[in-house]
């Protein structure tokens, strides 16, 4: 049983497209996340939602939309995608920030390459 | 802001050898420290966690204890296996808000 999948593992497409991952949990939990993997291996925290709310949005251009249409799931639409946009995304979930026991359980991450 | 420096890699061992991967942090209040592991190809898994100081987590052999007096949380396991080869990732939590803080990872490759 996968407790955070995403969709799809690879994603290959042109400059200047739109696309959409999509990220689904079964544990539950409240909090979810999607954070940036460069090419360094560097990750960092793009969005954080609760319950469906937005409550982190970091200094990520506006191209980038996450939708929550329930608290199990968290989408990601990126608009006019570039260069710079490849990376790995990652999706994870926690139960309420601030409350033990903390951790995020992290997707399997989605490899975006634009040519 | 809070933040998280470990030791750059990557870092070569011999299998049984002696892993120790540096890791200290900057943050206000009581932050919970973690530690992540990426195998090739692969998401993050949790390795450990301490929310406390003086905490000691540990999971598969692989242990860390947290020191507030030092800022620290250093990994260390006593004899690594050619399986532990992997990117490794010191966090924690950072603000109200619950997200991860990471440092750079450190890459471990163990040799037979």
């Known amino acids: 049983d996968t407790a955070v999948s995403q969709t799809p593992k690879y994603l290959v497409t042109q400059m200047g497209n739109d696309k959409s991952i999509k990220c689904e949990q079964n544990l539950g939990h409240d909090t979810m996340y999607w954070y940036k993997q460069d090419s360094k291996k560097f990750l960092k925290i793009m969005f954080s939602y609760n319950n469906k709310e937005l409550i982190i949005n970091e200094t990520v251009p506006n191209r980038f939309s996450p939708k929550s249409p329930d608290k199990a799931h968290l989408n990601l639409h990126i608009n006019s995608l570039e260069l710079g946009d490849s990376a790995v995304y990652f999706c994870a979930s926690s139960q309420m920030p601030g409350l033990a026991p903390y951790e995020q359980y992290f997707g399997p991450g989605t490899r975006l390459t634009v040519t | 802001g809070d933040s998280v420096t470990q030791m750059e890699g990557p870092v070569t061992l011999s299998e049984e050898a002696f892993l120790t991967i540096n890791c200290t942090y900057t943050?206000?209040?009581?932050?919970?420290l973690f530690w992540y592991v990426q195998y090739p190809g692969e998401g993050l898994q949790l390795l450990l966690k301490a929310t406390k100081a003086d905490d000691k987590g540990s999971n598969k052999g692989f242990e860390a204890t947290y020191r507030k007096e030092t800022t620290s949380f250093h990994l260390e396991k006593g004899s690594v296996q050619v399986s532990d080869s992997a990117v490794y990732f010191c966090a924690l939590t950072g603000g109200s808000q619950g997200n991860l803080i990471f440092g750079k990872g450190t890459k471990l490759s163990v040799k037979p």
């Open positions: 943050a206000t209040g009581y932050p919970s």
